[in-house]
């Protein structure tokens, strides 16, 4: 019997803070290792804190923000992400952390898998950042669809409404993937405003079942909590203010962790309220899931149809050796071309 005890975290950050968030992350990683955690999913965008000032404002107005958001992102060759590799490290946990990738006067929406030993198994970012992101962040490429296999499994990671591209999906599934990390912001801006529904749990809930379902693989669901002190710090209007926070009993967490069979596996956190969800993976499930449904072996018709996945990558000479792969023994291999 495969068992993999699993933690999704559901917490706000320091917003725009690197310092506090760094203090934060690494208190979150010890909390669960007393737990007994061996994999631990935190939300999009975690360091330095989810910029809700590109949906409240104008460009012209949030431009004020950006020295102290690009100053508090984090750089994947950072003495800060060091500090969150050794706490990995000393915890023997597998880490997905999401941050603001800080890549010399760029900035992309990344995530990186922490291995046990403190590697970096693969950074990757956003391939597609949505709507009024991508004035602020970078896009990634085909070499940022990654799956990684571990001693626990093989994950992979989307950030948020990538995990509404099919073709993403179908990617990572491609690739036999076994653990996937969904990481969100907060499901708070907007509710039962009429204005901004496409932000609501609803959504989010039915995405990852479909997620888990489609993949016969473990759904981890990682969301915020939006942080009251980010209205004083963002709205000057009480429109914005409304925006951001329609009701104070809506503070938009909904982590979760979800099986093969697309149910929830434990009790949710109330929403406005912080911590580690947790549970146990029996990964013996996957091969049951997939007898029935194996979505990258026998229940594709590759004579029908052909998915063919570009992972060549398009990062520059400004970017060399920012976002290399581990060398590590237990960073084994990605997929290439996928067969649906």
């Given at each position: 019997?495969r068992k993999?005890?699993?933690?999704?975290?559901?917490?706000?950050?320091?917003f725009?803070n690197?310092?506090a968030?760094?203090?934060k992350?690494i208190a979150?990683i010890e909390q669960a290792a007393k737990?007994?955690?061996e994999?631990l999913?935190?939300?999009?965008?975690w360091i330095p804190?989810y910029?809700?000032?590109?949906?409240?404002?104008?460009p012209?107005e949030w431009?004020?923000?950006?020295?102290a958001?690009h100053?508090n992102?984090?750089a994947?060759?950072s003495?800060?992400m060091?500090?969150?590799?050794?706490?990995?490290?000393?915890?023997?946990m597998?880490?997905?952390?999401?941050?603001s990738?800080?890549?010399t006067?760029s900035?992309?929406?990344?995530?990186s898998?922490?291995?046990p030993?403190g590697?970096?198994?693969f950074a990757?970012?956003?391939i597609?950042p949505?709507?009024?992101?991508?004035m602020?962040f970078?896009e990634?490429d085909?070499?940022?669809?990654?799956?990684l296999q571990?001693s626990i499994?093989?994950?992979g990671a989307?950030?948020?409404?990538e995990n509404l591209?099919s073709?993403c999906?179908n990617?990572?599934?491609?690739?036999?993937?076994?653990?996937h990390?969904?990481?969100w912001?907060?499901?708070?801006m907007?509710?039962?405003?009429?204005?901004?529904?496409q932000f609501?749990?609803?959504k989010?809930r039915?995405?990852s079942?479909?997620?888990a379902?489609?993949?016969s693989?473990f759904?981890l669901t990682?969301?915020?909590?939006?942080?009251?002190d980010?209205?004083?710090?963002i709205?000057?209007?009480e429109?914005?203010?409304k925006m951001?926070?329609?009701d104070?009993?809506?503070?938009?967490g909904?982590?979760m962790i979800y099986?093969?069979?697309?149910?929830?596996?434990?009790e949710?956190?109330?929403e406005?309220r912080?911590?580690?969800v947790v549970?146990?993976l029996?990964?013996?499930l996957?091969?049951?899931?997939?007898l029935?449904?194996?979505p990258?072996g026998?229940?594709?018709?590759?004579?029908?149809?052909?998915?063919?996945?570009?992972?060549a990558s398009?990062?520059?000479?400004h970017?060399?050796?920012l976002t290399?792969?581990s060398?590590?023994?237990?960073?084994?291999?990605f997929?290439s071309?996928?067969?649906?």
């Amino acid at each position: 019997m495969r068992k993999v005890r699993a933690g999704v975290v559901q917490a706000a950050p320091v917003f725009m803070n690197l310092r506090a968030t760094l203090d934060k992350t690494i208190a979150l990683i010890e909390q669960a290792a007393k737990d007994d955690v061996e994999l631990l999913a935190f939300p999009e965008l975690w360091i330095p804190g989810y910029p809700w000032f590109i949906w409240v404002e104008s460009p012209i107005e949030w431009y004020r923000h950006i020295g102290a958001y690009h100053a508090n992102s984090l750089a994947v060759d950072s003495s800060e992400m060091r500090a969150i590799r050794d706490a990995a490290a000393k915890a023997s946990m597998h880490v997905v952390l999401g941050y603001s990738e800080k890549a010399t006067n760029s900035r992309y929406m990344s995530q990186s898998l922490i291995l046990p030993n403190g590697e970096i198994g693969f950074a990757r970012r956003k391939i597609k950042p949505t709507s009024g992101e991508r004035m602020l962040f970078g896009e990634g490429d085909g070499s940022d669809l990654k799956v990684l296999q571990t001693s626990i499994g093989r994950i992979g990671a989307l950030n948020c409404w990538e995990n509404l591209l099919s073709f993403c999906r179908n990617a990572l599934i491609g690739m036999h993937e076994e653990i996937h990390i969904g990481a969100w912001p907060s499901m708070n801006m907007g509710r039962g405003l009429g204005t901004a529904d496409q932000f609501g749990p609803n959504k989010l809930r039915s995405l990852s079942t479909v997620t888990a379902i489609e993949g016969s693989l473990f759904c981890l669901t990682a969301t915020s909590v939006f942080a009251k002190d980010q209205i004083d710090m963002i709205a000057d209007t009480e429109l914005k203010a409304k925006m951001l926070l329609p009701d104070e009993s809506c503070l938009g967490g909904f982590s979760m962790i979800y099986g093969p069979d697309g149910m929830p596996l434990v009790e949710p956190l109330d929403e406005n309220r912080e911590g580690i969800v947790v549970a146990d993976l029996d990964l013996d499930l996957i091969p049951k899931a997939k007898l029935f449904f194996d979505p990258a072996g026998h229940y594709t018709r590759n004579d029908i149809f052909r998915f063919d996945v570009n992972h060549a990558s398009r990062r520059g000479a400004h970017d060399a050796g920012l976002t290399a792969v581990s060398s590590s023994a237990e960073a084994l291999s990605f997929g290439s071309a996928i067969d649906v």
